[in-house]
């Protein structure tokens, strides 16, 4: 739990022009976009059985539900924030192992699913169209919450790279897995990341269904020093694989939520120093973004006159 506050700071720090925002709680309405309400109910009242309880991983509490309800409702700031100014950073979330009807792994309710649907109904309501998303998952465990719930849900595109042996050891299916052996390195995971993003884009636009929205979860979990991690990925692979999900979604012109999801390192602060350069390079993707907004309409004002 520390590594959030100290992040927070870091972020506040070191990261100049970004704006640090306090996350409202999401409602039970907002929740029940992806989760049942009998489970919202539970987890309010702390009526949640003990087994229920220990597979979340850590005891019912008020403070437990605030902290739920404030992490979805960052998610979904972050989202409003990328549909209308290109990119944005939620400094916890990617809470991908509640599933609807139950919590799992640290994970009580799942920020991403709401979020996007809650994206959805707002697009389709303000605009009248459906909004095609992308969950882009690179924490080294599989997002099976996520995967389960838009199990049937073509407007929801889930691509998930992770650890073949790590938890959870029953995956779900998501539209695309890649399963990664224990020990894989700089070079064999960002070749797989990059066939992965090329694949899963490809699928899409294929089915005729262009994402207009993608949530990214920057997990810093697959980098060498985490104690649950498994992989070897190093500080210079990590940051190569936030640029290249970033490039890729910028250059596609797809807005993008960030999550900093799983990070359990031997030293707190080496997972912080990984998210730091996620929100780093982020911060550096909305620049370019920003400056490719302006180049636009510069070009659309002399073409006009």
């Not at 909004?131 to 599989?142: A, E, P, T």
């Not at 890729?248 to 030293?267: K, N, S």
């Not at 911060?283 to 907004?293: E, I, K, M, N, R």
Request: charged share 25%; proline share 4%.
């Amino acid at each position: 739990m520390p590594k959030y506050q100290l992040l927070r700071d870091r972020v506040e720090a070191e990261c100049t022009g970004l704006r640090l925002t306090e996350a409202d709680p999401a409602s039970d309405g907002e929740l029940a976009l992806a989760h049942a309400p009998t489970y919202i109910d539970a987890i309010a009242q702390g009526t949640l059985p003990a087994a229920a309880q220990r597979e979340i991983g850590f005891p019912w509490s008020e403070r437990m539900v605030v902290r739920s309800r404030r992490s979805v409702g960052a998610t979904i700031a972050a989202a409003r924030a990328a549909m209308s100014e290109g990119v944005s950073c939620q400094l916890a979330g990617g809470t991908h192992h509640a599933y609807a009807d139950k919590g799992s792994g640290y994970c009580v309710f799942n920020d991403v699913a709401v979020a996007a649907r809650l994206m959805q109904a707002e697009v389709f309501r303000h605009r009248r169209q459906g909004l095609q998303v992308w969950v882009i998952d690179l924490d080294v465990h599989q997002g099976n919450g996520t995967a389960h719930i838009f199990r049937q849900d073509k407007t929801v595109f889930t691509l998930s790279v992770h650890g073949a042996r790590n938890f959870p050891f029953r995956k779900e299916a998501s539209d695309l897995d890649v399963d990664l052996p224990d020990g894989c390195t700089d070079e064999p995971y960002l070749d797989a990341v990059s066939k992965a993003l090329d694949d899963a884009w490809g699928r899409q636009l294929e089915a005729g269904r262009r994402p207009g929205l993608a949530f990214y979860l920057a997990g810093a979990d697959p980098h060498e020093g985490d104690r649950l991690g498994r992989l070897k990925i190093s500080d210079a692979g990590m940051l190569a694989r936030d640029r290249m999900v970033f490039e890729f979604l910028r250059e596609r012109g797809v807005p993008v939520a960030v999550t900093m999801a799983g990070g359990y390192g031997h030293d707190i602060a080496t997972t912080v120093a990984v998210q730091l350069r996620t929100v780093q390079q982020a911060q550096a993707s909305w620049l370019a973004w920003q400056a490719g907004d302006r180049g636009a309409q510069a070009e659309m004002e002399q073409s006009s006159a």
